[in-house]
């Protein structure tokens, strides 16, 4: 394997290889884990109706909890919360880089079944990465090169996003492949409860 040694290609192989690993170990993932709820009172999720966080994002009958300020110390969170929250970053940090620069939380559609999150999931963060691929340097140095509201995409040069956007997915996947471990090590026990799923 040859790995580039310039500071996008650097990060884009890095986004491009933890993509490879997260898909293997979310091959397979069901719907009874992406719902697991492994503490009381985690975020996930779920119908509108059924939610009782302070605060969602979404624009149906789906939503992920949320709250404007985050509760110390924070839920946790089920792996349907985790991809939502990729989902939701790769995707408005593309539209305000790349798109119109007009959809917010509220105008995105929450995944419910672990297949289509994994679809969004991964076409997202490629479109992300073949679009940063095309950028100049001039265009990764410039600051707010992204509009981002939500974040300190106005006020940093966009590689520094481009960095940040890595971390998240790092972060994040990681976390669900833990999470699915524990899903096995419950099954086994028998603790693993996947009728806590939505119907």
Avoid: C
């Avoid at 996008?8 to 091959?27: F, H, K, N, T």
């Amino acid at each position: 394997m040859e790995f580039r040694t310039d500071r996008i290609g650097l990060l884009l192989d890095q986004l491009e290889s933890s993509v490879e690993y997260a898909r293997e170990r979310m091959a397979g993932l069901t719907d009874g884990e992406y719902f697991w709820e492994p503490a009381e009172g985690a975020w996930s999720v779920r119908r509108r109706t059924d939610t009782s966080a302070d605060n969602v994002f979404g624009k149906g009958e789906w939503v992920s909890d949320f709250a404007l300020q985050e509760p110390v110390p924070p839920p946790v969170t089920t792996i349907a919360w985790r991809m939502a929250h990729l989902i939701m970053g790769f995707t408005l940090r593309w539209e305000w880089t790349f798109g119109g620069r007009e959809r917010l939380f509220d105008d995105l559609d929450i995944p419910h079944t672990a297949d289509d999150a994994q679809d969004q999931l991964w076409e997202i963060v490629g479109r992300w990465s073949a679009d940063i691929a095309k950028l100049t340097e001039a265009q990764l140095d410039t600051v707010g090169l992204s509009q981002f509201p939500a974040g300190l995409d106005p006020s940093v040069p966009f590689i520094s996003i481009v960095w940040w956007q890595n971390r998240e997915f790092i972060h994040h996947t990681a976390e669900i492949a833990l999470l699915r471990d524990l899903t096995r090590a419950e099954s086994r026990t028998g603790a693993f409860r996947p009728s806590t799923m939505p119907t």
